[in-house]
């Protein structure tokens, strides 16, 4: 964004907060850090939020700012394509409004939709991508100069006009020297990539190297970018242990999918080497991304990583699935405005696959699925057993049952899929098929989004089977008024304890946990009832409060009560809960847990968040981290869980405090203060938080929290007591919001705020 985006954001928060606004003023600031960090939860629900508001209030360049925002979160590190072009435009359409064009921010949008045309088909899209760009007319003075020069020099190398790349980045480079700014790493990375196209990779390393003290874009994605494309530029100067040493690992850019072709390219070049092991792991990974792609509407990258994935599969012999994949990219290239060379790579691959050699099979064909049996699950490649029992699934009932699972497992479902179906279905054998390969053949075709073939499929099994493929499907889809009535009507068909959580499940999800817990109630008896099935009757009869149903489950886990009726409320010790905050990230809150599935709040929260100390909230007890191992840390160790609903709110409110530290025993006594009256109070400020002495300047300790109290107590009373309990401190304390509320003394609290620097 062409403007100093702290300054901007801390004004427009100013605004916010004098407007009454605060709320808001408080989340704007963190969604530039959720988009480049990664924390697309919380920026998917943030985002949207903060655009409407904005869009109620008519403030349109804070509307712009969080939709460019949740947009770069989508097509930056997520690489989301085809899917994000049409916001893309939609946001370069809001900036051409009359109050919104001359927001400095605004080139942003047009850099934007060209990322995300470069996402989907960077070569279809170059002439467009080339001409958006350049019409911006942006200066070297201009923030938005190095993103603008490096997306052209992207377009030009997509346009296969290489040398005007690799002229464009100097001159952009020089340029910004010339209004004494310094490049962008990111336009330094766009530079070597021009050249490394160009065949010059020597001078791209050391365009890379020059870069490297280059202040980025985006700090938080530099190290790992940097790394993958410095790998690909040694691998293809033949520095094979430093194209290795550069190489990030595979669980540093799996979560990163903008990295993933250029990886995949540096992968290719170092796999003939002994230091990276080109094995079926890593084809089952370029596999899932291949897919993610597709989901994405990454066209290109789909196709390029086919490629890679299909040449990796060759060189370890899987000669199966590099036809398969010769197969992806053929279909995928349809969905490019510009195929190039794609149709003579994917005959080169055809033709690789053909003249290797597949790996002979460990036995006889009518003893492999014994051999399959036998093999070391930890060790035995499925990649293999996947070409050994070709020959045999489609005819052999259990050779197929192992080697269409397996072939879902490598990320391969359709082509399973297409083998039961044919076996099963096409040969009229489906109707008194094994209920345990119709079962397969649903799972393949949930996993491969055949939802259709699925309809069909269930449409000629036994009553109980078909309601349960499409509760099944439905519940993969989250349709759960479908997946719920399919349910019910499978159980009433016969079909079991399966059948009673699947419609358990979904009920569920449609808030009647009353009814979802009476589900699995009348399984109690049943020999094939679960403890996982006994904790979820017991976290929906807990939602319910249908206490004899939890005491039941209890009784049955294990779980010893004082009580024999009515509520349960005990002190079963200290748990950490885990609430979503406003801005779509996670608090652990301290608890007390007083039920199988209960705890009630323990600390204080700030207004505006959806609990606080006092409420009883209903929780998953399912541990979210481990427990020690260390006998020292578990005594230490306060348990997780995810809490599921509000049970009953406390009613408490929480108060604003801040000042400077008072001495030990004046904060020990204030604390005995707020436990005599049940005052749950909680101190958020660290060591390093100071206040400003208001005669010398200097630094002093400073305190911030909340206290919370029942709703039984009056502003009036909590004031009375803050101002006794702080009469005697050295220097006072100040709590501004709540002196307003009851209006005594608000004069005296602003002015501690602001002598104080509060």
Known sequence: MDVDIWAWVGDTQRQLHEAGNTGLAMVIGDVPAQALEGRYAQLDVLAPAIAQQAENLQMPWLEFYARYWHLIGRIGDRAQGAVAIADAEALVEFTRREDVRECPAAPGAVVALALAQANADGPGYAAERLAAL??????????????????????????????????????????????????????????????????????????????????????????????VLRALVLATL???????????????????????????????????????????????????????????????????????????????????????????????????????????????????????????????????????????????????WVGWLTPLSGHDVEATRRHTTTLGFLGYPARGADIYWTMLVESGDIESADPQDSLYLSSLLIEARQD?????????????????????????RERWEQAAAEGEAAVA?????????????????????????????????????????????????????????VRLGAARIGIPLQSSEGPIEEEMGLVRIILPAPDGSQRQVLSVRTGPAT????????????????????????????????????????????????????????????????????????????????????????????????TTGEPLPGVFGWIAVPPDISPVEIDALLDDATERWVHPLAWLDLAKAVDVEVERHERITKEYGL
């Not at 059948?499 to 499940?505: C, G, I, N």
């Not at 191992?629 to 609903?645: D, G, L």
């Open 134 to 227: 350049s019409a911006l007319e942006v200066e070297p003075g201009s923030l938005a100069f190095a993103s603008v020069a490096e997306h052209y020099v992207a377009a030009l190398l997509d346009a296969g006009r290489v040398e005007e790349a690799v002229s464009h980045a100097e001159t952009a480079v020089a340029a910004l020297g010339g209004a004494g700014r310094e490049a962008s790493w990111e336009l330094g990375a766009a530079s070597a990539r021009a050249l490394l196209v160009a065949g010059r990779a020597e001078d791209a390393l050391t365009a890379l190297d020059a870069a490297a003290g280059f202040k980025p874009d985006d700090p938080v994605a530099k190290g790992y970018r940097e790394g």
């Open 599 to 694: 705890a009630r709040l323990a600390i204080p929260q700030p207004p505006g968040m959806e609990y606080n100390a006092g409420d009883l909230v209903v929780f998953e007890p399912q541990l979210l981290e481990p427990i020690p191992e260390n006998a020292e840390e578990q005594e230490k160790f306060v348990p997780p869980f995810a809490a599921v609903s509000m049970l009953r709110p406390g009613g408490y409110t929480s108060w604003f405090f801040d000042g400077a530290a008072p001495s030990q025993a004046d904060w020990t006594e204030f604390n005995e203060v707020m436990a005599e009256r049940g005052w749950p109070m909680w101190v958020y400020s660290d060591d390093n938080y100071t206040v400003t002495h208001p």
């Open 452 to 476: 259709e073939r699925l309809e069909q499929l269930a449409e000629r099994l036994p009553t109980a089977q078909r309601h349960m493929a499409l509760g099944r499907l439905h519940t993969a």
């Open 238 to 384: 033949d520095r094979v242990q430093e194209s290795v040493d550069a190489l990030p690992d595979l669980d540093v850019v799996g979560e990163h999918p903008r990295a993933w072709v250029e990886w995949s390219y540096a992968v290719r070049a170092l796999a003939g080497s002994a230091q990276i092991t080109n094995t079926w792991q890593l084809g089952r990974v370029l596999k899932q991304w291949i897919d993610y792609f597709a989901m994405m509407g990454g066209y290109r990258a789909r196709v390029e990583l086919a490629l890679v994935a299909g040449q990796l599969a060759v060189a370890r012999q899987g000669i199966w699935q590099a036809r398969l994949l010769a197969d992806l990219a053929e279909s995928a290239a349809g969905e490019l405005r510009n195929s190039g060379d794609v149709a003579e790579r994917i005959a080169a691959l055809r033709t690789a696959a053909d003249e290797a050699s597949a790996l002979p099979a460990p036995g006889p064909e009518a003893e492999l699925v014994g051999y399959f049996d036998a093999a070391d699950g930890f060790n035995a490649d499925p990649e293999r």
């Open 493 to 549: 068909a016969g079909g079991g304890i399966d059948a009673a959580r699947l419609w358990s499940a979904a009920v569920q999800q449609l808030g009647d946990n009353a009814k979802g817990a009476g589900i699995l109630r009348d399984l109690l008896d049943s020999e094939e009832i679960e403890q996982q099935d006994l904790w979820r009757m017991v976290v929906m009869a807990t939602a319910a409060e249908d206490w004899e149903t």
